[in-house]
């Protein structure tokens, strides 16, 4: 599945402004970031490509000065006089569609104006000449230079700087902190409050989640108004039955992957191997050694501890983040239940010789597998090579190329880049959850969409007629064929693309299916509009299982499972029957949100009159069209013809495949 963890580690990021995208993998508590810090004079050819303590530290805009890796925000202009409501998906099209050359849109919320960037000064002059006076949903828009964003770390610091009064009392307040005491606000926020506290405070999260689910159906699918007060009455206030919050069997080291980032310690010791204190447009990019944080394990602390007095040693500073100078940028440490430890080191080789590469990469291997760091253990040791901002594929320098953790009795082989969720035991209870809701027999078939490395499906294959997971991430899903081989598993079939991509046509596949079952464990963000549309117009899915890391975010796709039959949403819709909260987080905030929707398909006239109803008023809207004699109307009417006629072919074929429809709910 892909990442399915809450975004602190993303929050802290520590990334100085750049065009690299964000990294698809996050875990939940461990600030991970680029690497930071300036050399401690090492060498002296590590200060050619470290970084100077003299280096302009108060200007904001030396990353896009001439010597600096490049930036498109050099080439940046902005948009005004957009219309009021837009979608950013209507204006990227709008600009692509005007043979423009975008390199970066933004577009600000609920604002009338969005910033472009380009890779080129004529890509630039090009958009300034075009978009001038360019009419778009009835405005007239005007496109003007915009200056580069500011370094969020330097233009925090100098804030800081500027304000003597209230931030003094803030700075004063942080000092009598203990570095250790700074660091685990950061990662573990609820390090210094009882279990049975922290439960609390998720239950309470997830309530108020649920409230403002149910207020967001109010406003968005007045229809469901009987049906919320019904449930308020029955869910003490509610839109549906909240179980619980689910506890993790480990509170403590529970974490089998940890990203550790490299840079200097507010010591001002370089290469230290740790978490960062904030993120970088906090102001803050200092590193501390883990030793405090109770969720990650002994072991890995003992990697972490290894690797940073092996690379103390080599000469070379850490990577900075900041002017995106230095070497050592992280270290990804993954470990199982029984002790099996990968370790993958990150590095920017920046103008290293291929020879000095070769050197870097027989040295670490020399001192994990035959030096001091032999104590470790590690049973898989890769390499990753940066360079500019793009990374090299993974280099494996010793051991087994993947570890293997044993889970309800299943074995699963972990690659380097695999998915995995990051509380193995607290894992095995959310996938029983997740079977025990499905209430699937051997009749069933079950959908695992955004399946990862196949550990939900394969979990509940042997219960099941059949199993087809849907996965993006190549290396994944070949992973997850090897897991299936793994357990002898024979009924599971695995399809890498996008679940957008692949979902309509292998729903259409599925018309013989009478029983079928999805399972959905997206990203953070959500499912797409057209793994939603397939779900509701796939005959004979009754029942859909949402796992869900950050719900206020796919809060979308709730309210679109649930609207009334349209031309938009056709299928029948879906209701939210209860969801629970499962605590793979400890010392943190964040939980996975387990929610089951149901629909029970039993008269097809409902659905059949409902899908005729919107199709009737499509066609008196064409049936207008073509009575209007104003400039376009050929393709009002042509257009309007097209969705009338998409729309009744639609109706028939959901109606063939089966009787579903309308609702069965009180």
């Not at 920046?350 to 020399?366: A, F, G, T, V, Y």
């Amino acid at each position: 599945m892909n990442m399915s963890e809450p975004a602190t580690g993303a929050e802290n990021s520590s990334e100085a402004p750049s065009d690299q995208g964000n990294r698809n993998k996050m875990d939940v508590d461990t600030p991970v970031s680029e690497g930071d810090g300036a050399t401690d004079g090492v060498k002296e050819a590590g200060m050619e490509e470290g970084t100077s303590k003299n280096v302009q530290q108060d200007d904001a805009y030396n990353y896009t000065q001439e010597g600096q890796l490049f930036t498109s925000e050099i080439y940046k202009i902005e948009i005004q006089n957009l219309p009021k409501h837009f979608g950013f998906k209507q204006l990227k099209k709008m600009i692509t569609n005007l043979n423009l050359k975008p390199k970066k849109v933004k577009a600000v919320n609920r604002a009338t104006y969005a910033f472009v960037t380009f890779t080129c000064e004529e890509d630039r002059e090009e958009a300034l000449k075009v978009l001038n006076g360019h009419k778009w949903k009835n405005q007239v828009l005007r496109a003007k230079l915009a200056k580069p964003k500011a370094d969020p770390l330097i233009a925090k610091r100098k804030q800081d700087s500027d304000n003597d009064g209230n931030q003094a009392a803030k700075k004063s307040k942080q000092d009598i902190l203990t570095p250790e005491e700074r660091l685990c606000n950061a990662v573990i926020p609820y390090w210094n409050k009882s279990y049975e506290e922290q439960l609390k405070l998720k239950e309470e999260s997830m309530e108020q989640f649920m409230i403002t689910l149910g207020k967001t159906f109010e406003r968005q699918t007045p229809e469901l108004k009987p049906w919320l007060i019904t449930q308020r009455l029955k869910n003490d206030n509610l839109c549906c039955e909240l179980q619980s919050v689910i506890p993790s069997p480990a509170i403590n080291e529970y974490r089998n992957k940890c990203e550790f980032s490299i840079g200097r310690s507010s010591e001002n010791h370089d290469n230290t191997v740790g978490f960062r204190f904030g993120r970088y447009k906090g102001g803050t990019v200092d590193v501390l050694e883990p030793t405090c944080c109770c969720n990650v394990p002994s072991n890995m602390k003992k990697v972490a501890a290894a690797f940073q007095k092996h690379i103390r040693s080599t000469g070379l500073p850490s990577h900075q983040p900041q002017t995106h100078k230095g070497y050592w940028h992280m270290l990804v440490v993954r470990m199982t239940l029984d002790n099996q430890i990968m370790a993958i080191a990150h590095l920017h080789q920046q103008k290293l010789s291929e020879e000095e590469i070769s050197k870097q990469k027989k040295s670490l291997r020399d001192y994990f597998v035959e030096g001091e760091g032999k104590s470790c253990l590690l049973t898989s040791l890769y390499i990753q090579l940066q360079k500019d901002r793009e990374r090299q594929p993974l280099e494996h320098l010793w051991g087994e190329k993947c570890i293997h953790e044993s889970m309800m009795g299943l074995k699963f082989r972990i690659s380097p880049e695999a998915f995995f969720q990051v509380n193995t035991k607290a894992a095995e209870i959310l996938y029983k959850t997740i079977a025990d809701w499905c209430g699937a027999t051997k009749k069933s078939t079950v959908l695992d969409v955004c399946c990862g490395t196949g550990t939900i499906g394969i979990s509940i294959a042997k219960n099941v007629h059949r199993v087809i997971g849907v996965e993006m991430n190549e290396q994944a899903t070949h992973d997850a064929k090897e897991n299936a081989k793994l357990n002898g598993i024979d009924n599971i079939e695995f399809h890498c693309g996008k679940a957008e991509d692949v979902m309509p046509s292998l729903t259409s596949t599925l018309e013989n299916c009478k029983d079928i079952i999805a399972i959905v464990d997206p990203p953070r963000a959500g499912l797409h509009k057209k793994v939603i549309e397939s779900i509701r117009r796939c005959a004979y899915l009754e029942k859909l299982v949402y796992v869900s890391c950050n719900p206020n975010i796919a809060i979308g796709n709730f309210v679109d499972l649930c609207r009334r039959i349209s031309i938009k949403s056709k299928g029948v819709p879906f209701r939210l029957v209860k969801a629970v909260p499962v605590d793979l987080f400890p010392h943190t905030p964040h939980c996975e949100l387990l929610m089951l929707f149901e629909r029970t398909l039993c008269n097809a006239k409902d659905d059949q009159a409902s899908e005729d109803n919107a199709k009737e008023e499509n066609v008196e809207t064409s049936e207008m069209a073509d009575d209007d004699d104003d400039v376009g109307t050929d393709k009002t009417v042509e257009e309007s013809d097209a969705i009338s006629e998409d729309t009744e072919r639609n109706a028939i074929s959901v109606n063939k495949k089966s009787t579903h429809s309308g609702w069965a709910f009180n």
